[in-house]
């Protein structure tokens, strides 16, 4: 082996400047690498984050919509019941209760979000139990006005809920109140003017 190549002058310049391109290289392919993978990580990201909203979105704009229901079939038992002087009709009408869905990955909702969703349940919770005191000691007639009002105060907050999670990720509105029934309106209507009761 001729080791004068090594020693020749124009033989370092030469290796230097292939070393530097092989590392530039090396550095450039390794930028792309890490470009594409957090372009594909974020996309991941906000799939999951859209996932999980429109998840937890539908259920809280089916309760809504359970709500507006109970409060027209309360509405439709109450002229029953005064139709036939009896309070019968009246004893099938309950407030709806509210189950989110089990397997949401609650890190893709914004932390004060989350806590208002997962705290709707415990006011469900609450507008029922207060409606059972309520109904021990009141007339069905009365206990029935109650569901109505509780019904109307958590399937408005439940809708609201629903608009601000979609909100949040941009996802469309829903076109469940371009039904022929406003279901929206029944809510509104049903709503206390004042706020005495929980």
């Known amino acids: ?5 090594f020693s020749a002058p124009a033989f370092w310049p030469l290796a230097t400047s292939a070393l530097g391109a ?8 390794q930028g792309i690498v890490w470009l594409k993978e957090a372009r594909r990580t974020k996309a991941e990201h906000a799939r999951e984050q ?6 937890v979105a539908v259920a809280l704009e089916c309760y809504a919509l ?14 029953e019941a005064g139709r036939t002087y009896s309070s019968d009709p009246l004893r099938g009408i309950s407030m709806p209760a509210l189950t989110l869905p089990a397997d ?5 909702i914004t932390a004060e979000l989350a ?19 309520n ?10 006005a109650e569901i109505r009002t509780q019904a109307a105060r958590r399937g408005t907050e439940a809708w609201r809920l629903a608009e601000r999670l979609r909100q949040g990720v941009r996802l469309p509105a829903s ?23 929980p």
């Open 1 to 5: 082996m001729n080791w004068d190549l």
């Open 22 to 29: 092989g590392v530039v290289a090396a550095l450039t392919n």
């Open 50 to 55: 859209r996932h999980a909203a429109l998840t």
């Open 66 to 79: 359970e709500c507006a229901q109970c409060i027209s079939d309360a509405l439709d038992a109450e002229a």
């Open 104 to 108: 949401t990955n609650w890190r893709w």
């Open 115 to 133: 806590a208002r969703v997962l705290g709707l349940p415990l006011q469900v919770d609450y507008s029922r139990a207060y409606i059972r005191g």
């Open 135 to 144: 109904s021990e000691y009141g007339d069905p007639f009365g206990s029935v």
């Open 175 to 197: 076109t469940l109140d371009t039904d022929p029934w406003d279901f929206r309106a029944t809510l509104a209507e049903a709503l206390p003017k004042t706020k005495d009761a």
